[in-house]
């Protein structure tokens, strides 16, 4: 069984939003700097966005700032991603990691992944 599950991806128009989440299952999230990822078909596996374990400071790849904001519920041992003003080019299986590190780090060093959840921005 992962440690992390994704789950609220689907079908959404352009300009509209969806919020993933990510929930914790034999891990403690707030102890992990925890990543999104997402990976389009024939495209690599890229990182979106990031908090870090140590500070909480966040992480943002350019073409997600200031339309993707990361979060944490630390009672619902849960993080998540809000997406608001979504573009076809934001479709892609979306994933999130964990790593028993202090700031944000390279796709390799996250020990623990989720299955992913399908995102599609399409009219």
């Known amino acids: 069984q992962l440690p992390l599950v994704e789950s609220g991806g689907g079908l959404v128009q352009p300009g509209g939003s969806l919020r993933l989440s990510c929930a914790a299952a034999?891990?403690?999230?707030?102890?992990?700097?925890i990543g999104w990822f997402r990976q389009a078909p024939g495209k690599e596996r890229e990182g979106v966005s990031c908090?870090?374990?140590?500070?909480?400071?966040?992480y943002y790849e350019d073409s997600v700032k200031g339309r993707f904001t990361i979060s944490s519920d630390n009672a619902k041992n849960t993080v998540y991603l809000q997406m608001n003003s979504l573009k076809p080019e934001d479709t892609a299986v979306y994933y999130c990691?964990?790593?028993?590190?202090?700031?944000?780090?390279?796709?390799?060093?996250?020990?623990?992944w989720g299955q992913g959840t399908q995102v599609t921005v399409s009219s």
């Open positions: 908090t870090s374990s140590s500070d909480g400071m966040t």
């Open positions: 034999g891990i403690t999230l707030n102890a992990y700097t």
């Open positions: 990691a964990a790593a028993r590190r202090p700031f944000c780090v390279a796709t390799h060093e996250y020990a623990y």
